[in-house]
């Protein structure tokens, strides 16, 4: 079943809207016309510029990923979406080597795994209520192979890709298109200081969009992203190497 799904008209919600990627997006799917996108945020005045700019068809929506009544009081108000998009995560360095691998593996864990199965809990009946729609989850090119100066996190990105796979799965009859982006270093406050070339978050949404456009399954929005894309179909075995 093909599945292409234009942003334009459509009703969205993003999670982690406020910095990053994640408001990179928020702008992308406004500037592509979407009808309405609801921002959700920890801190909703963050978002108080956007609105400004962008008037009722942004929504800001607090939202903590980590909290239960939280998501349920998200979902209740955005129980139009069309389009969903998991981006909100956290990066937290932890190895077995180096210290702090369970303090850091619980919470990325909370974070990137456990919020976006429980934001997609609470949002799939919404989204199946229309002729189309998308589920979107941000996950990372360390989600195919671990990088072990950073296992907790990559162990939670890998835990995204698994259930990108089994929720298209579950999905494949409806027309619901469920697709798992994969970047590389993108030049955001999470990646502050890494002395190497990033792509910018605005580069990285267009991609994400077009991605959806295209009805791509497995997006990789950056150039390093696409060259371990390409490597990985190959051979996984290398980029694990590679990667170590």
């Known amino acids: 079943m093909e599945k292409k799904i234009s942003v334009n008209g459509k009703i969205a919600f993003v999670s982690g809207s406020n910095r990053g990627i994640g ?3 928020t702008i992308e799917l406004l500037e592509q016309g979407a009808a309405k996108v609801y ?3 920890r801190n909703i005045a963050s978002l108080d510029e956007l609105k400004q700019k962008y008037g009722a068809r ?8 980590t909290d239960d009544q939280s998501i349920e009081a998200a979902a209740e108000i955005a129980n139009d979406v069309e389009i969903l998009i998991n981006n909100a995560g956290v990066y937290a360095i932890g190895n077995f080597l180096g210290g702090n691998l369970l303090e850091s593996l619980k919470t990325n864990l909370d974070v990137n795994l456990w919020g976006v199965v429980k934001v997609t809990n609470a949002f799939l009946k919404a989204i199946m209520k229309h002729k189309a729609g998308a589920i979107i989850n941000v996950s990372s090119v360390v989600g195919l192979a671990n990088a072990p100066a950073t296992l907790a996190y990559s162990i939670s990105k ?5 259930l990108t796979q089994g929720l298209r799965g579950e999905l494949k009859e409806t027309n619901i298109l469920v697709s798992g982006v994969y970047p590389g270093p993108i030049d955001t406050d999470m990646t ?3 002395p190497m070339d990033m792509e910018t978050p605005e580069n990285v949404a267009k991609e994400i969009l077009q991605g959806m456009a295209d009805g791509v399954e497995d997006i990789f929005p950056d150039p390093m992203s696409k060259q371990i894309g390409q490597a990985y179909s190959m051979s996984p075995k ?3 190497q590679q990667f170590s």
Do not use: D, M, Q, R
Not at 58 to 65: D, K, Y
Not at 158 to 162: K, N, R
């Open 158 to 162: 890998a835990a995204i890709h698994s």
């Open 192 to 194: 502050a200081g890494y």
């Open 23 to 25: 408001k990179a997006i």
């Open 58 to 65: 942004l929504v800001p929506v607090a939202l903590n990923v």
């Open 39 to 41: 921002a959700g945020a």
């Open 238 to 240: 290398t980029v694990e």
